[in-house]
């Protein structure tokens, strides 16, 4: 894979590149018009959606940072994009051009006034892996192997012209109106912010594997505060296969179960215990090792829960509340998913598309145990998500719908619900948590 000696970091270079990839998209669609005469029109969408899935992950590789991370997270939304964008989007987790030596060399002068061979004994310039916000590079100081990931130039200081740019697709995509959409817009931002914050991920890092170090089958590396700073993290290396990696292989279902339940248990002590949450449950940020332990090797993106946001949230995942019909309406206002100026139209519209979207993924929640091979269910989610998707009643209506905390706790049980059905567990307890409450 190239190398990148350089990455766009102004703004007149940034938005040149994304018109660029929007001027082959124009292009691609001449051709499918030609494409539909010659062949049918599943193959020729088919055709149109890999070409532009190409061209603008190709743009956004070379971009990286937020207009890179937005791919990212597009790739888990696999029931509203097509499978072609979800495939090629996947990429961004862990497979992206990365800097060159010399600009990791520079990089490392910069903050610690020295190049990294003379920091550890022993330093590979070519990075293992390179995603969204940085690349990870293998390392060596006395008998320890470490892995030390390093920001890419300048992604912090393009996030909120990235956003800029990205916000108009954004919004079409997901039919969410300018009104009322800047406190989203804004908690996406200041996440990206945080996360490119690593003095401040440091912290959350330890933070996390200190208190979830007694969970059992689970791994944390250590870190290393003096081989880090504000664009550097040093921490263990950890010896394992990607989790995607993982679930291609060959593997009993006993120890599938294992790695589900671990996974299930580590993100309901988070969510129910610390009430803060891993908001960033995709394939790249988790290994699993040769005697199959969870490894947890990113915490980038940590979103904290609000007691305000937290009863109502999960006073609606029972079903006995939910079928509640004055119970559930209440909690939709405290919710902010229904308003007190929408039109009976709207709130009779509203509050049956949320009892449906909630009936159907606080399943898990009202059972002992869950299976999460079932493709019933995820067909139910996905036949449920496309069907209001094409809804012309949605038309004219105010999309934009709940708290703003919705935004990474939507996020999180979509990326867990995910990995949990890639990997086909089956007998998943629900409640294992509160075995290891402390």
């Known amino acids: 894979m190239k190398t990148l000696n350089k990455i766009p970091t102004g703004k007149l270079e940034r938005t040149s590149s994304l018109l660029k990839a929007g001027a082959k998209v124009g292009v691609n669609y001449i051709k499918y018009y030609g494409n539909k005469i010659t062949k049918d029109e599943d193959e020729a969408r088919k055709i149109l959606n890999e070409d532009n899935a190409t061209d603008i992950y190709d743009s956004l590789k070379e971009l990286k940072g937020s207009a890179l991370k937005v791919a990212q997270m597009l790739s888990m939304e696999k029931n509203m994009l097509p499978a072609e964008y979800v495939e090629k989007f996947s990429l961004s987790q862990f497979s992206v051009p990365p800097l060159s030596g010399a600009l990791v060399k520079k990089t490392f002068r910069k903050y610690f006034g020295k190049n990294p061979e003379d920091i550890f004994d022993e330093f590979s310039t070519e990075s293992i892996n390179a995603a969204s916000i940085g690349q990870v590079h293998k ?24 956003l800029k740019m990205v916000k108009p697709i954004a919004m079409k995509m997901f039919n969410i109106k300018k009104e009322g959409s800047e406190s989203y817009f804004q908690e996406v931002e200041d996440k990206l912010f945080e996360e490119t914050n690593y003095n401040l991920e440091l912290q959350r890092s330890q933070h996390f594997a ?26 263990d290396w950890m010896s394992g296969v990607h989790f995607s990696e993982f679930t291609k292989q060959q593997n009993s279902q006993q120890n599938l179960d294992k790695t589900g339940q671990t996974l299930w248990d580590f993100y309901m002590y988070q969510m129910h215990i610390l009430k803060q949450v891993h908001a960033d449950p995709h394939p790249g940020n988790f290994l699993v090792s040769e005697d199959k332990k969870l490894l947890v090797i990113d915490f980038g993106c940590i979103k904290e829960i609000p007691a305000d946001f937290y009863i109502p949230y999960f006073e609606l995942a029972k079903e006995e509340n939910l079928k509640n019909p004055v119970f559930f309406m209440e909690k939709l206002y405290e919710l902010e998913i229904l308003r007190a100026d929408d039109s009976p139209k709207e709130k009779e519209f509203f509050s049956k598309l949320f009892y449906e979207l909630l009936e159907l993924f606080t399943r898990p929640f009202n059972k002992e145990n869950f299976d999460f091979s079932d493709e019933t269910f995820f067909q ?13 009643d949605m038309k004219g209506m105010n999309t934009n719908r709940g ?15 995910n990995m949990m059905h890639d990997l086909k567990a089956k007998d998943i307890v629900i409640n294992n948590y509160k075995n290891y409450i402390q």
């Open 139 to 162: 390392a060596k100081k006395g008998a320890q192997d470490l892995a030390v990931k390093i920001q890419y130039p300048g992604v912090r200081e393009s996030i909120s012209s990235d």
């Open 210 to 235: 200190e208190k979830c170090s007694h969970l059992p089958n689970m791994l944390f590396p250590t870190y290393y505060p003096e081989f880090s700073c504000e664009k550097i993290i040093t921490m």
């Open 380 to 392: 139910e989610i996905a036949d449920l998500g496309q069907r209001y998707a094409k809804l012309s």
């Open 403 to 417: 708290s703003r905390h919705f935004i990474y706790l939507n996020r999180t049980f979509f990326g867990l619900y």
